[in-house]
């Protein structure tokens, strides 16, 4: 599990690199669920070596161009795991 950062970012550094980039499923675990807004997760950055995640809050839009997703902050925690890929890097 990895934790987001102020940015809304969330990294997890393997112990030991792989031998290619894993494949990779993610999920934030909303503490308050049942409010108003719902997380959402994406791959920004998939390696080797780490797997770099923002996580985004949803928000309700009251007026026309608006941004519906803002970065959620610090403190989401994000459950991550990795199964080795069959494509090697490079």
């Given at each position: 599990m990895a934790v987001t950062?102020?940015?809304?970012?969330?990294?997890?550094?393997?112990a030991v690199p792989?031998?290619?980039?894993?494949?990779?499923?993610?999920?934030?675990?909303?503490a308050?669920?049942?409010?108003?807004?719902?997380?959402?997760?994406?791959?920004?950055?998939?390696?080797a070596q780490r797997v770099a995640v923002p996580v985004w809050r949803t928000r309700p839009?009251?007026?026309?161009?608006?941004?519906?997703?803002?970065p959620a902050g610090e403190g989401i925690s994000v459950h991550l795991t990795a199964t080795e890929g069959a494509v090697p890097l490079g």
């Amino acid at each position: 599990m990895a934790v987001t950062a102020a940015d809304g970012r969330a990294v997890w550094v393997f112990a030991v690199p792989l031998a290619a980039a894993p494949v990779v499923a993610a999920l934030p675990l909303d503490a308050a669920p049942g409010g108003a807004t719902a997380l959402t997760v994406v791959l920004e950055e998939v390696t080797a070596q780490r797997v770099a995640v923002p996580v985004w809050r949803t928000r309700p839009v009251t007026q026309l161009g608006q941004t519906p997703l803002v970065p959620a902050g610090e403190g989401i925690s994000v459950h991550l795991t990795a199964t080795e890929g069959a494509v090697p890097l490079g």
